[in-house]
């Protein structure tokens, strides 16, 4: 079985210094990992995949992600938080099913930025 | 960038009554999702839908959820007699293959509510 723990509901930096967003999964398999983000009101957004290449992955605002396999973990960072990114984040780990690809979602750490 | 479009943006429906969510997916698209987020829960897998037909299923998807693929543009999720606890942020979801080497494109979702 798969599943992705978030291990903050809720992260706060200053605009400007780094962000760290912290995700640990458990999967039977070689997993696919993703980072998805969601604006208040709006849908969610891919921010960056893992898919078995390298194992630290650029995504698209600055962020980015390593997978650790001996820590089980996949974590989203940014060097330095801009007022744009204040949002929900969900940490994704996919899994072929019987006959389909889904999605488990974590619970979401929602990032807020001090200006 | 070719989106996952959803309709109507906010849904309100007296408990009971159906009612129908509508996705247009994108349009080379082959795999098409609902998922469903309760408030201040995760985002849920609903179901899979590939060759105009179910892939798979949750537990969630009981007897009073259908999906359907009516034309070749159009994907829907039926709720043939809803339930207060129905209420959740619905989002549809396309992709163009069935693995993770292209990730699930979601749409900005339908915000459910039963009276």
């Known amino acids: 079985a798969q599943s992705v723990t978030q291990l903050d509901s809720h992260v706060s930096v200053s605009e400007g210094t780094p962000v760290l967003l912290r995700c640990n999964y458990s999967?039977?398999?070689?997993?696919?990992l993703f980072w998805y983000v969601q604006h208040p009101n709006k849908g969610l957004q891919l921010l960056l995949k893992y898919t078995s290449a390298a194992t630290l992955v650029k995504g698209i605002n600055g962020f980015e992600a390593e997978f650790k396999k001996s820590e089980t973990s996949f974590h989203l960072t940014k060097p330095s938080a801009h007022m744009s990114d204040a949002a929900e984040y969900f940490c994704v780990v996919g899994h072929s099913g019987a006959g389909s690809y889904q999605l488990t979602f974590g619970k979401g750490t929602k990032l807020s930025v001090i200006p | 960038e070719p989106e996952v479009t959803q309709t109507p943006s906010h849904q309100v429906t007296q408990m009971g009554q159906e009612v129908i969510l509508r996705c247009v997916p994108i349009?080379?698209?082959?795999?098409f999702y609902w998922y469903r987020q309760i408030l201040g829960q995760k985002v849920e897998f609903l179901v899979s839908?590939?060759?105009?037909?179910?892939?798979?299923k949750s537990e969630i998807f009981d007897d009073q959820f259908s999906v359907e693929r009516p034309d070749g543009s159009n994907f829907t999720l039926k709720i043939r007699s809803t339930k207060l606890e129905d209420s959740a942020m619905y989002f549809c979801a396309s992709s163009g293959t069935g693995g993770g080497n292209q990730p699930q494109h979601f749409g900005d979702g339908t915000r459910l509510s039963i009276l």
């Open positions: 839908f590939y060759n105009n037909e179910i892939s798979e």
């Open positions: 999967s039977s398999y070689s997993p696919s």
């Open positions: 349009s080379n698209h082959l795999y």
